[in-house]
């Protein structure tokens, strides 16, 4: 009887202790638990503090500059997109772009859109494109991007007429090459924003495609 009363009051305290460990623990975890939505709402704040950019540029862009950003397409399976202004003026969610070459027109001195039409380089009338180019009027800023395939039915006049737009890739635009692209009517000199990726089987991302391109800047109002 003895023996059992000693290991009875044994098992007691040990009992009692896990429980007291049991109960530390826990304690110190429901702390930290409760610090949890402090430290969640600590960064929250700071991410308010964070302007929020045109376009979601990587920086602001200064006083009398436009905000843009041109994707290309990814390969044959995601639109391009094309942002300025803060205004999404082409993409999928838009329902406005397609296969070819993707081609929004903005008035130069106000930034506001003038229109926007896509042509299809692979099967399509590359006639239409001539005209539309052709009568671009002067101080309008062409923004441009690929997808899919922007070469196949490419023209020398097609490619001069990208070049007097201050395009420098325009005259090696290829089958399935990923192209990105702001011009202006009648710019003077080349325009320094321009990306350019030829498809090559050796190097590129997708398959049959090459990366594609994501281009950001700030445009001054009135580029000539
Ligand atoms: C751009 O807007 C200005 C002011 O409204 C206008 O005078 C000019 O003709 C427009 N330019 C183009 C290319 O539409």
């Not at 308010?48 to 862009?61: F, H, N």
């Not at 130069?108 to 494109?129: A, H, R």
Request: net charge positive; charged share 20%; hydrophobic share 40%.
């Amino acid at each position: 009887m003895r023996v059992s009363g000693v290991l009875r009051l044994l098992a007691f305290i040990f009992a009692l202790t896990t429980t007291w460990l049991f109960i530390r623990n826990y304690i110190k975890f429901s702390m930290e638990t409760i610090r949890l939505p402090r430290w969640l709402a600590d960064s929250a704040l700071k991410e308010t503090k964070v302007i929020k950019t045109k376009c979601d540029l990587s920086k602001p862009c200064p006083v009398n500059f436009f905000a843009f950003k041109i994707c290309s397409g990814a390969a044959n399976v995601v639109g391009p997109s094309m942002c300025f202004e803060n205004h999404i003026i082409m993409s999928p969610v838009k329902n406005n772009v397609d296969r070819g070459l993707n081609i929004a027109l903005v008035n130069g001195t106000t930034g506001t859109m003038m229109g926007q039409k896509t042509f299809d380089m692979y099967s399509g009338d590359v006639q239409f494109l001539v005209k539309f180019l052709k009568e671009i009027p002067e101080g309008t800023l062409v923004l441009v991007a690929s997808y899919d395939d922007p070469g196949t039915k490419m023209t020398d006049e097609v490619r001069q007429l990208f070049s007097n737009l201050g395009s420098s890739y325009a005259n090696q635009l290829g089958f399935r090459d990923s192209w990105v692209f702001l011009g202006a009517k009648d710019l003077k000199n080349k325009s320094p924003f321009e990306q350019f990726l030829k498809n090559n089987p050796e190097t590129n991302k997708y398959e049959g495609w090459p990366e594609l391109l994501e281009m950001e800047g700030c445009v001054p109002l009135k580029i000539l």
